[in-house]
């Protein structure tokens, strides 16, 4: 499969859906980056903005360090494409994405990955353990939702949505993570030390010492504490570097 043409997206749409199908695209190509990619499967959403309520997400088929800004497929909230496309969608990523965007105003990022970590973690019956400082932001903020096999059930997404509620993240039994943010920068951040939790809690099992666990008044003001570290700024502290990493690299994500 080939990508569209970028000359052609862009002229089809506004500059404010070119910069958020830029935004998601690069969110994509650090997700391989990192490894956090399962193949061709999982999905990342943004919300594409204005009045009317579609999204992008990945074309089904190509891995993650293939996305561009013009591959990307603009859906409404039925999985009915927007945009003439070549390209179809995963259903099962439909399912997930859309219940969320639907319900949350806010979430204008949605993102999930089926790590081994973050599996692993996702397996354990206390789920995520507060034994690193890692682990304190996603606790900060986080649900967890029992697996229902695979997400293709239009039934499943009111039980999904009452689970992550207002939270930032969100452990899908049996299954992996997701995260959302009013931006692909916080959806990232979110992602990273919500993963970097789970390795570090695998990690820390597989020594098979017993583990310390941080007391739980620390863990009640780090969302103060997330603030002063990150200059108020949140993801967009990190996500410009992000960029500059991702340039140097390989910038045809931009087309």
Partial sequence: MQAAKATNIREQVSA?????????????RLTALYHWDDLVFTHISMR???????????????????????????????????METPYFINPAGFTIHSAVHEAREDALCVYHTHTLSGVAVSAQKLGLLAISQHSLFPLASIGYHNYEGLALNAEE?????????????LILRN???????????????????????????????????????????ILKGIRAQVEQ?????????VWPALLRKLDRLDPTYKE
């Fill in 16 to 28: 404010e859906e070119w910069q958020a199908r830029v935004d998601l695209a690069a969110l994509y």
């Fill in 48 to 82: 594409v903005p204005g009045p009317e309520h579609h999204f992008l997400i990945n074309p089904y088929g190509f891995l993650f360090e293939e996305i561009t800004a013009s591959s990307l497929v603009k859906v409404d909230l039925k999985g009915d494409t927007v």
């Fill in 175 to 217: 299954h992996g993570l997701l995260t959302v943010g009013r931006s692909a920068a916080e959806a990232f951040l979110a992602m990273y030390t919500l993963e970097a939790a789970c390795r570090i809690q695998v990690m820390a099992q597989s020594g098979g010492a017993e583990l310390v666990s941080i007391a739980e008044p």
């Fill in 157 to 169: 997404k009111p039980r999904l949505v009452a689970d992550l509620g207002t939270n930032h993240a």
């Fill in 229 to 237: 570290v990150t200059k108020g700024l949140g993801g967009n502290l």
